[in-house]
Nanobody, 126 residues
Framework: VQLQASGGGLVQAGESLRLACTNSGCSFNRYTLAWFRQAPGKVREFVAAIRYVNPTRPYYADAVKGRFTISRDNAKNTVYLQMSSLKPEDTAVYYC???????????????????WGQGTQVTVSS
């Protein structure tokens, strides 16, 4: 599994961005896919996750619920994070993560994922 994240940038508060993470290795079909973020001086935190079972039921951190949408395109081996109504506190490096067999109770834990992308910077100005 080799994950490549893209789509970050500098935007103003209230604007939108879409991140993408593509796997150039094996098929994504049976992987749980997630996005985490890490702001300077802070620990990496969970943003969103989507399982391969029941992909219509994504999971979100409370801080992004209603503003961010995670989706997956297995045919393209890509997971997306559509971010709307961005706030300055959303500024961080965003990482995609993947693994098989992530149990429901561990979805929000970075330690549950073996594969990580390189990160893409999102900066939201006020």
């Amino acid at each position: 599994v080799q994950l490549q994240a893209s789509g970050g940038g500098l935007v103003q508060a209230g604007e939108s961005l879409r991140l993408a993470c593509t796997n150039s290795g094996c098929s994504f079909n049976r992987y749980t896919l997630a996005w985490f973020r890490q702001a300077p001086g802070k620990v990496r935190e969970f943003v969103a996750a989507i399982r391969y079972v029941n992909p219509t039921r994504p999971y979100y951190a409370d801080a992004v619920k209603g503003r961010f949408t995670i989706s997956r395109d297995n045919a393209k081996n890509t997971v997306y994070l559509q971010m709307s109504s961005l706030k300055p506190e959303d500024t961080a490096v965003y990482y995609c993560a993947a693994d098989t067999g992530v149990i429901l109770s561990a979805l929000t834990e970075a330690s549950a994922y073996s594969y990580w992308g390189q990160g893409t910077q999102v900066t939201v100005s006020s």
